[in-house]
């Protein structure tokens, strides 16, 4: 993006805030600090600390640690005290340093990228370098750039950290580890969040169905006021419950928590007689029926309450958001 010498902006002597930062040439060592009120006022600064020859106009002001083009006031005023900010002139294109993003100079040699770099090759070193200089910063690192790292040839990253190919394959194997312990805790959150959702979609089955059964029951009652009832050998079971209750020696524990709330509704008596059971057998199968289905309500709550806590927890500041997922080598 190219800046136009002379274009209108805030004048150098206008009553503004100055903004420490820090100017340097393209692949050079020296640095100064200068301070400025907008970037037209940083890039007037910049022709004479640099001692930049002003035919070269317009030159480009880049942030030091990324390249990024800084071409708007707003932003620049955004920007913290203290940025690096690169100058360039004419066809220039930034270069990476790591002295932009660490605490020591390499040798020119090391600083300088080759333009034939591929853009992909370009990140796997920058990314090795950090590592190089914080170990520890492995848990910082993004899944892709963990991806990228595990993916170089060994030799490669092996020349560029400056450690022989056994040390870097050990490095790798380590990567991959930290790599797959972020795709199992993302896969356990997600199978966790599908269990929360189908035990809530049941819950509320339940609680509609508990609303519709109370009101049939107060229909009933004041449509039955006065008549005798005798229990009726129609029951409104499935012959697959039917069959469960005979069958099984826990039926409770195989049947849906909707088929344990039927089971607990029908009259003793007529359930009596379509198992062909006496009455206390079937009102003792009636009673364990009733009880599983109240642990499952109690479970039902607690782990909406575990998905309470679990959102707090996710919605507290610095956790980071993902990122692309990242591929597996097959076992």
Same mark, same amino acid.
């Given at each position: 993006?190219?800046? %136009?010498?002379?274009?209108?902006?805030?004048?150098?002597?206008?009553?503004?805030?100055?903004?420490?930062?820090?100017?340097?040439?393209?692949?050079?060592?020296?640095?100064?600090?200068?301070?400025?009120?907008?970037?037209?006022?940083?890039?007037?600064?910049?022709?004479?600390?640099?001692?930049?020859?002003?035919?070269?106009?317009?030159?480009? #002001?880049?942030?030091?640690?990324?390249?990024?083009?800084?071409?708007?006031?707003?932003?620049?005023?955004?920007?913290?005290?203290?940025?690096?900010?690169? =100058?360039?002139?004419? !066809?220039?294109?930034?270069?990476?340093? !790591?002295?932009?993003?660490?605490?020591?100079?390499? %040798?020119?040699?090391?600083?300088?990228?080759?333009?034939?770099?591929?853009? =992909?090759? #370009?990140?796997?070193? !920058?990314?090795? &370098? /950090?590592?190089?200089?914080?170990?520890?910063?492995?848990?910082?690192?993004?899944?892709?750039?963990?991806?990228?790292?595990?993916?170089?040839?060994? =030799?490669?990253?092996?020349?560029?950290?400056?450690?022989?190919?056994?040390?870097?394959?050990?490095?790798?194997?380590?990567?991959?580890?930290?790599?797959? /312990?972020?795709?199992?805790?993302?896969?356990?959150?997600?199978?966790?969040?599908?269990?929360?959702?189908?035990?809530?979609?049941?819950?509320?089955?339940?609680?509609?169905?508990?609303?519709?059964?109370?009101?049939?029951?107060?229909?009933?009652?004041?449509?039955?006021?006065?008549?005798?009832?005798?229990?009726?050998?129609?029951?409104?079971?499935?012959?697959?419950?039917?069959?469960?209750?005979?069958?099984?020696?826990?039926?409770?524990?195989?049947?849906?928590?909707?088929?344990?709330?039927?089971?607990?509704?029908?009259?003793?008596?007529?359930?009596?007689?379509?198992?062909?059971?006496?009455?206390?057998?079937?009102?003792?199968?009636?009673? =364990?029926?009733?009880?599983?289905?109240?642990?499952?309500?109690?479970?039902?709550?607690?782990?909406?309450?575990?998905?309470?806590?679990?959102?707090? &927890?996710?919605?507290?500041?610095?956790?980071?958001?993902?990122?692309?997922?990242?591929?597996?080598?097959?076992?």
């Amino acid at each position: 993006m190219e800046v %136009s010498w002379g274009a209108s902006g805030p004048e150098p002597g206008d009553n503004q805030a100055l903004k420490p930062c820090l100017l340097r040439r393209n692949h050079s060592r020296e640095q100064y600090g200068v301070a400025a009120s907008c970037l037209e006022d940083l890039r007037s600064k910049a022709y004479d600390i640099l001692a930049m020859d002003k035919s070269l106009a317009p030159i480009t #002001l880049v942030l030091a640690e990324d390249g990024t083009i800084v071409d708007d006031d707003d932003y620049f005023l955004c920007l913290p005290s203290n940025t690096k900010f690169v =100058a360039l002139a004419g !066809n220039e294109k930034w270069a990476y340093n !790591n002295s932009d993003g660490g605490t020591a100079w390499l %040798s020119q040699e090391s600083v300088d990228v080759d333009e034939t770099d591929s853009g =992909a090759e #370009l990140k796997w070193r !920058n990314v090795a &370098r /950090q590592l190089k200089e914080d170990l520890s910063s492995i848990v910082l690192l993004s899944e892709e750039d963990l991806q990228v790292l595990i993916d170089v040839p060994c =030799a490669d990253l092996a020349q560029e950290l400056g450690q022989s190919c056994v040390t870097v394959q050990g490095l790798q194997n380590t990567l991959q580890q930290v790599l797959d /312990q972020r795709e199992e805790a993302r896969q356990s959150r997600q199978l966790l969040e599908l269990y929360l959702q189908a035990l809530e979609k049941e819950g509320s089955i339940l609680s509609k169905q508990q609303e519709s059964q109370a009101g049939l029951g107060d229909g009933g009652d004041a449509v039955d006021t006065g008549l005798s009832r005798e229990p009726s050998s129609e029951i409104a079971l499935s012959s697959q419950i039917l069959t469960v209750l005979k069958e099984k020696p826990a039926p409770e524990l195989s049947l849906s928590s909707q088929d344990l709330e039927l089971v607990t509704k029908e009259d003793p008596k007529a359930l009596a007689v379509a198992l062909h059971w006496d009455v206390k057998k079937t009102e003792t199968v009636q009673q =364990a029926c009733e009880q599983e289905l109240s642990l499952r309500l109690q479970q039902v709550q607690s782990l909406h309450s575990l998905r309470s806590i679990s959102a707090r &927890r996710d919605s507290l500041p610095g956790e980071q958001q993902n990122p692309k997922r990242a591929r597996q080598e097959p076992a």
